[in-house]
Nanobody, 120 residues
């Protein structure tokens, strides 16, 4: 049973920092891509950052230079340190993983979401 467990969300003042973590557990053959998305009420879920198994990272323009995505392959964990947070960063952040449970099956998994609130 594959699960994505997120942590690190919370309340922070503008200019502050948070670090999100997402650990993948279960029977996994390989992880191709992991990433973070965010979604405000009534809006679409938008990409924040992704990182491939080869550690090739992509970022939304709005977070470049402020957020950094990284992976710890040994722990099947992805991190998102977020610096210089702004009120517009307030959203529910969702961990995402594109992974294989065996050689032939690739699935797109989501975490339950963690709230990030930047309050001015």
């Amino acid at each position: 049973q594959v699960q994505l467990v997120e942590s690190g969300g919370g309340l922070v003042q503008p200019g502050g920092s948070l670090r999100l973590s997402c650990a993948v557990s279960g029977s996994i053959f390989s992880i191709n891509v992991m990433g973070w998305y965010r979604q405000a009420p009534g809006k679409q879920r938008d990409l924040v950052a992704t990182i491939t198994s080869g550690r090739s990272a992509s970022y939304a323009d709005s977070v470049k230079g402020r957020f950094t995505i990284s992976r710890d392959a040994a722990k099947n964990t992805v991190y998102l340190p977020m610096n210089s947070l702004r009120p517009e960063d307030t959203d529910v952040y969702y961990c995402n993983a594109i992974l294989s449970i065996n050689r032939n099956k690739v699935y797109n998994y989501w975490g339950q979401g963690t709230q990030v609130t930047v309050y001015s």
